[in-house]
């Protein structure tokens, strides 16, 4: 069965860092487009950054550019969101995603795990 695990989501300053995970049991990482995604509270999800799966070059929102960075572990099976210089926007429940029927992009997207929370605050 195909499963992907969020955790790492918390309370943290503004300026603060954190590192989402998201680790795979079932598939092969590598060989599925994988990408973050965010939902705020009344807001639409949307795409925070992607993994193409056959180099792994990554796309970020211009919302994050400079401040996220993800990252791939495949002896883990396990990508990562290195989230730096956190802003109050930031705050929302942070999901992963994996789809094999594309190389990278903003989906649409098969599986999601089940979403970690972020938020930002003094």
């Known amino acids: 069965q195909l499963q992907l695990v969020e955790s790492g989501g918390g309370l943290v300053q503004p300026g603060g860092s954190l590192r989402l995970s998201c680790a795979a049991s079932?598939?092969?990482?590598?060989?599925?487009?994988i990408a973050w995604f965010r939902q705020a509270p009344g807001k639409e999800r949307e795409g925070v950054s992607c993994?193409?799966?056959?180099?792994?070059?990554?796309l970020y929102a211009n919302s994050v550019k400079g401040r996220f960075t993800m990252s791939r572990d495949n002896a883990k099976n396990t990508v990562y969101l290195q989230m730096n210089s956190l802003e109050p926007e930031d705050t929302a429940v942070y999901y992963c995603?994996?789809?094999?029927?594309?190389?990278?992009?903003?989906?649409?997207?098969?599986?999601w795990g089940q979403g970690t929370q972020v938020t930002v605050s003094s």
């Open positions: 995603a994996a789809d094999r029927t594309f190389r990278s992009g903003w989906g649409p997207y098969d599986y």
């Open positions: 993994m193409a799966s056959s180099d792994g070059s990554t």
């Open positions: 079932g598939f092969t990482l590598h060989n599925y487009a």
